[in-house]
């Protein structure tokens, strides 16, 4: 490693007048570590240190209305689907295609994470943002004009992934940057948005969809996400001149690393989960005598889960360690979820119970999302956390497109019951990943420590 070039003055250690010692090489990397003025100072190798807050809060307002205007928006897809289940808007549509366009959405914005990367890298933050505003609300307007399923899945499924991968990406590697120990938080703060941006876009269009039409809602849809979306894109900024990301969007080196692949393994098997509860629980709401109306405000519950649990959880994170929170070893996670399925969704056959399970789920679900970010810079560092987030994401293609299609298969075959115990078991076996990825990292002696001792 190169040493950092010095002041002559400062190349001779100084000397302890009592003891006519010089300190201890502790003490001297202390001293090395400290800001050097002048013109002799390495600029280059001194360690950015993110400001914990500062306009960092107000990226993660950004974020937070970024995540409500694409991860809630994508979510209020449930409503739509529900809705042209039971009227079969589309002529000689299956329950398969309808389901494959909500995990469409999610896959393709995973799909061309890659791209993304280069666009981020090429373009800057700000540019990546605004083609993904832009994707979004298009994608929308566009369905409101479908006459075919075929025209609803290049709209709703693959334009509308394209602009959900646009604005989620590039956001969520921008936040970390401004945070240490409230990385967690601040990310769970953020996230949260797709729980409350969920929430109101459920209800919006359960009630507009019966009001106006689906057509209608979705155009208001598209109005609205516009309106968010551009003006969160002008305000985010990011910090790269500081941490100075390595510039490579597509390393397959990353898929070498057992943490990475951890990671990834953690992120398929919570998708298969999460992606089943985002679209399925209005539909089997349905399915045991509810109604439409009453479908859509157990998805609204969910997401209200979704808002106020991902914050706390970030918190817990950042107090009890991130690995920790996230297996479910400390506070309530990803354990928790396959717990609350199994215990809860097994036995909901009546509208309270399923409002209950719903809003404890909610509370849990979805922290891979929540949590991912953090706990890649964790394992990766924050200058390759860009590079890594992009790949890392990219083999949840499949889990994201096929988890729903899989649900509804196995209701359609064997009844709701297969289903739920389907999505209990992908959660267990996810906090079983992180759990072998936490153990992983103390046995190669990386020195994982607890927010809680390495703050002291």
């Known amino acids: 490693m190169a040493e950092m070039a010095l002041p002559a003055t400062a190349l001779?250690?100084?000397?302890?007048?009592?003891?006519?010692?010089?300190?201890?090489?502790?003490?001297?990397?202390?001293?090395?570590?400290?800001?050097?003025?002048?013109?002799?100072?390495?600029?280059?190798?001194?360690?950015?240190?993110?400001?914990?807050?500062?306009?960092?809060?107000?990226?993660?307002?950004?974020?937070?209305?970024?995540?409500?205007?694409?991860?809630?928006?994508?979510s209020a897809y449930g409503v739509f689907l529900a809705y042209f289940l039971s009227h079969s808007t589309f002529s000689g549509a299956s329950r398969l295609e309808y389901a494959l366009i909500g995990g469409l959405s999610i896959s393709q914005s995973l799909f061309i994470s890659p791209l993304i990367g280069l666009c981020n890298e090429k373009l800057g933050t700000r540019i990546s943002l605004l083609i993904g505003a832009m994707l979004v609300s298009v994608s929308l307007l566009a369905s409101s004009f479908t006459t075919r399923i075929w025209q609803l899945f290049l709209s709703q499924g693959v334009c509308f992934g394209y602009g959900l991968g646009f604005l989620y990406i590039p956001a969520s590697t921008v936040l970390p940057q401004w945070f240490d120990k409230k990385r967690s938080l601040s990310m769970g703060i953020a996230s949260s948005g797709a729980g409350f941006g969920g929430l109101v876009y459920n209800l919006v269009a359960g009630a507009a969809i019966q009001g106006l039409g689906w057509r209608w809602t979705y155009r208001i849809l598209a109005i609205s996400t516009a309106v968010v979306n551009v003006t969160c894109a002008l305000l985010l900024k990011d910090r790269n001149k500081m941490v100075k990301p390595k510039k490579q969007g597509f390393n397959v080196r990353e898929f070498g690393h057992i943490s990475v692949v951890l990671v990834i393994l953690w992120g398929i098997f919570t998708e298969l989960g999460y992606i089943v509860l985002l679209y399925s629980l209005p539909d089997y709401a349905i399915s045991i005598g509810l109604s439409a109306n009453q479908g859509a405000v157990v998805g609204a519950v969910l997401n209200v889960?979704?808002?106020?649990?991902?914050?706390?959880?970030?918190?817990?994170?950042d107090r009890f360690g991130r690995i920790d929170t996230a297996t479910g070893m400390s506070p309530p996670a990803t354990a928790l979820c396959g717990i609350f399925v199994l215990s809860l969704w097994v036995p909901?056959?009546?509208?309270?119970?399923?409002?209950?399970?719903?809003?404890?789920?909610?509370?849990?679900?979805?922290?891979?999302?929540?949590?991912?970010?953090?706990?890649?810079?964790?394992?990766?560092?924050?200058?390759?956390?860009?590079?890594?987030?992009?790949?890392?994401?990219l083999p949840l293609v499949i889990p994201t497109v096929f988890a729903e299609p899989i649900a509804l298969g196995l209701a359609a075959s064997y009844g709701y019951l297969t289903a739920k115990i389907f999505v209990g078991c992908m959660f267990l076996a996810g906090a079983a990943s992180t759990f072998a990825l936490r153990s992983w990292k103390l046995v190669e002696g990386e020195g994982w420590r607890s927010p809680v001792t390495a703050g002291d």
């Open 348 to 393: 909901a056959h009546s509208y309270a119970v399923l409002l209950l399970f719903a809003l404890a789920i909610g509370s849990v679900t979805g922290i891979f999302w929540g949590t991912v970010a953090p706990v890649t810079a964790e394992v990766v560092g924050l200058q390759r956390l860009p590079a890594t987030f992009g790949m890392l994401v």
């Open 305 to 317: 889960g979704l808002g106020v649990g991902r914050p706390i959880i970030g918190l817990l994170s």
């Open 12 to 74: 001779l250690a100084p000397v302890d007048s009592k003891t006519n010692t010089t300190p201890a090489p502790e003490t001297e990397r202390v001293i090395e570590s400290f800001e050097v003025s002048g013109p002799h100072a390495n600029v280059a190798e001194q360690e950015d240190i993110p400001p914990d807050g500062g306009y960092g809060w107000v990226c993660t307002a950004c974020v937070l209305l970024v995540n409500a205007s694409t991860w809630g928006v994508n």
